[in-house]
């Protein structure tokens, strides 16, 4: 692992998702010759040609980034909170089922 640190025109929260992004990741692999966890060296990271858009337009693609996985983020976890009252649901429900407290047989 190395310390990063924006330079040239770069700004931190871009090179952020920069090295977050899937063509990176891949670079990285390709690069690592195919060990368990992907590696690459530092001269090799010193090399790598970034596309080094405008500071206005770094802080426009990490505002936007930071505002979609926040939302997604925000998904997430509504999600995992009803995943979790629709256990609590099925344990009461199972619970009623077992101690009578409802009745399932067929009245039809």
């Known amino acids: 692992m190395y310390p990063l640190k924006a ?36 001269e090799t990271l ?14 426009m693609i990490a505002d936007h980034l930071d505002r979609e996985t926040g939302t997604i983020d925000a998904t997430i976890a509504k999600a995992r909170e009803q995943i979790e009252r629709l256990r609590e649901y099925r344990t009461a429900l199972i619970t009623a089922a077992v101690t009578g407290q409802i009745d399932l047989r067929d009245k039809g």
């Open 7 to 42: 330079w040239n025109g770069l700004t931190n929260r871009y090179l952020f998702w920069l090295l977050l992004s899937a063509d990176f990741t891949r670079f990285v692999v390709l690069e690592s010759g195919r060990v368990a966890m992907p590696k690459v060296n530092r």
């Open 46 to 59: 010193n090399d790598i040609s970034l596309p080094v858009p405008s500071i206005s337009e770094q802080e």
